[in-house]
């Protein structure tokens, strides 16, 4: 069964001079137990896919679709409804997060506050949860922890306390948006296996740019270029047998396929051209592909592309 349906979600942001089509017609089922990467470019549209989610969308934006979770559609429900959702059954780890720890509040107390607000536990028992969850994430003195504050700790130490906060509740769902993002080497592989083990029976939305971390983490992918889906599959399926130009291009521009970057650029949200979006960077573009947009077809059952190489 479904714990998350996005069904035809499209996000749109007006300014005063350009309509910017940051997602566009977006399908995912995300089953309970599930690790799904959405992979992709920086600007494809990944943020705001799982701000959407999260019922985070910024004002402006222009809405269009539906996020189905229990009985709720994310994007129509109110505001009150959405909080007692949010942080409690389908937590966050935001993208560049470890500097926006709340300087003056001690570890143990952000950690706890989710607990407090969702009033799952009283105060006390929710400090001593959130010193067992320190614990959990590799802290080694937590209750010691848990009474400093985020500067005292590293990027990498910070990132596994907003694992800790992500978690505190039991989420029926964790969106993790480049949680290893300038991290160095080393510490992101212990944060990328500290993950692992956390989600281990918890459903994942992984947003990330990095088919390693996709990789590691993930048991299936959906591939998004210029705000759209343009392929997804399990992830052996996906990697073994890329079947997007995109796709194929994204891993050959791997660092072991020899690093072969895809030419151009991926096109504005704000222009968008009326075929194609990956058109004019397809090494197997047709002139059919620079009129006709592709729609996401299935191939196999757990197998769907946006290329008319597939009709
Ligand atoms: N609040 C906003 N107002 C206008 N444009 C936005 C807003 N948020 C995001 N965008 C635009 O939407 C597109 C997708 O952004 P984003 O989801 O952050 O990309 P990604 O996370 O894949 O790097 C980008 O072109 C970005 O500039
Ligand atoms: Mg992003």
């Keep these: ?66 996020v189905r979770y229990r009985e709720h559609d994310i994007l129509q429900a109110a505001e009150p409804d959405i909080q007692r959702i949010r942080g409690k059954e389908i937590a966050m780890i935001m993208q560049n997060s470890a500097n926006t720890l709340n300087p003056v509040k001690t570890v143990g107390s952000q950690i706890a506050e989710p607990l407090l607000i969702h009033q799952i536990l009283p105060a006390k028992a929710a400090h001593a949860e959130a010193v067992r969850l320190l614990a959990a994430m590799g802290f080694d003195e937590p209750e010691r922890a848990a009474e400093r504050y985020p500067h005292e700790f590293s990027g990498g130490m910070r990132e596994r306390i907003l694992v800790a906060i992500a978690l505190a509740c039991q989420p029926d769902i964790v969106i993790a948006d480049e949680p290893t ?13 500290l993950i692992k083990q956390q989600m281990a029976d918890r459903t994942l939305f992984l947003i990330t740019h990095d088919m390693g971390t996709a990789y590691f983490l993930c048991t299936r992918i959906a591939v998004m270029y210029a705000g759209e889906i343009v392929e997804i599959g399990p992830t052996h399926d996906l990697l073994s ?71």
């Design 1 to 66: 069964m479904n714990l998350i349906s996005i069904e035809d979600l499209s996000v749109r942001f007006s300014t005063r001079s350009e309509c910017i089509r940051a997602v566009e017609t977006v399908n995912l089922d995300i089953a309970r137990g599930d690790h799904v990467a959405l992979i992709g470019e920086s600007g494809c549209g990944k943020t705001v896919l799982g701000m959407a989610v999260m019922g985070l969308l910024p004002k402006n934006a222009r809405i269009g679709g539906a």
């Design 241 to 311: 047998m890329p079947m997007h130009p995109y796709t194929q291009g994204l891993l050959a521009s791997l660092p072991s396929a020899g690093l072969h970057p895809i030419p151009g650029m991926s096109p504005s949200p704000a222009y968008l051209p009326e075929g194609c979006r990956f058109c004019a960077r397809c090494p197997a573009a047709t002139d059919r592909c620079s009129t006709r947009h592709p729609p996401l077809n299935d191939v196999s059952g757990t197998r769907q592309v946006r290329c008319f190489c597939y009709d």
């Design 181 to 193: 993002s300038g991290l160095d080497a080393g510490v992101k592989s212990q944060i990328l296996v």
